[in-house]
């Protein structure tokens, strides 16, 4: 597969989620005014970006061991070493990865997204989370929607503050998958870490940002009418299976794994 052909401009002049994202990660792929909102974040952010990382490392791994080898992750990100399609190929080398991101530099680097063992496929569309519809089309040129796909939605619905759009965007994206599909999704908390997660939503408003931080409550909603699996709803150092537990650690991310009857 080969990425889209259009590249549109990249905006140097406005913080971007994925390219502030990478910034905390200690990724090269942003620019000053990315920094400048990553140097104004609370010390704490630095961690969560790893844990939240981790987290999906780590339930990728498992689902893949389940034997889910379709993925869709909406949210993409820039490219970071290991990346959701070499985790789970490393487990179901056929497995198929459909990647989505809406910031232009992603697209710059969908190359090293495209990278595929030679028994599965990945492609990347460049796609907004809001138009679920959009994505979802394209999805479907690549993963066959008549079995499981696991749709992973990784620190980005806390991008969309308004909670009825975002719990409508993943209720839509959920009702179109079959039956023993999972869902993975992570979302910043409102109720940890309050004061440095007060700190971030304001940092992020000054860059054009606004944050939907949500209570665990909030976050459970996102799973409403689906099986999670156990461990269940918990904060991102907290979520494992099968292998050795996380270092013990406290996280203001909450997590979950879910599968959709």
Do not use: C
Request: no cysteine; proline share 7%.
């Amino acid at each position: 597969m080969t990425a889209p052909a259009p590249r549109p401009r990249i905006d140097t002049s406005q913080a971007h989620p994925a390219r502030v994202y990478d910034w905390l990660l200690g990724g090269k792929d942003n620019y000053p005014v990315d920094e400048a909102v990553g140097e104004q974040l609370p010390p704490e952010a630095r961690d969560a970006a790893r844990q939240n990382r981790e987290f999906m490392h780590r339930a990728a791994a498992w689902l893949a061991g389940q034997g889910v080898d379709q993925y869709l992750d909406i949210g993409t990100g820039i490219p970071t070493a290991p990346n959701l399609h070499q985790i789970v190929q490393r487990v179901v080398p056929t497995a198929k990865v459909v990647y989505t991101d809406n910031d232009p530099i992603v697209l710059r680097h969908a190359q090293a997204l495209l990278v595929s063992s030679s028994e599965g496929a990945t492609d990347y569309i460049e796609g907004d989370v809001r138009e679920p519809g959009a994505i979802l089309e394209h999805a479907r040129t690549v993963l066959d929607f008549s079995r499981p796909v696991g749709l992973s939605l990784i620190a980005l619905m806390h991008f969309i503050a308004d909670d009825d759009e975002a719990y409508g965007i993943v209720s839509s994206l959920i009702s179109e998958l079959p039956s023993g599909s999972y869902l993975t999704l992570s979302n910043a908390a409102s109720d940890l870490f309050v004061e440095q997660g007060a700190l971030v939503r304001e940092q992020y408003a000054k860059a054009g940002m606004k944050l939907g931080f949500r209570t665990r409550e909030g976050v459970g909603r996102f799973f409403d009418g689906l099986d999670l699996v156990a461990p269940g709803l918990v904060t991102a150092t907290e979520w494992f299976r099968d292998e050795a537990a996380p270092a013990a650690e406290e996280s203001g991310i909450y997590v979950g794994v879910a599968r959709i009857p």
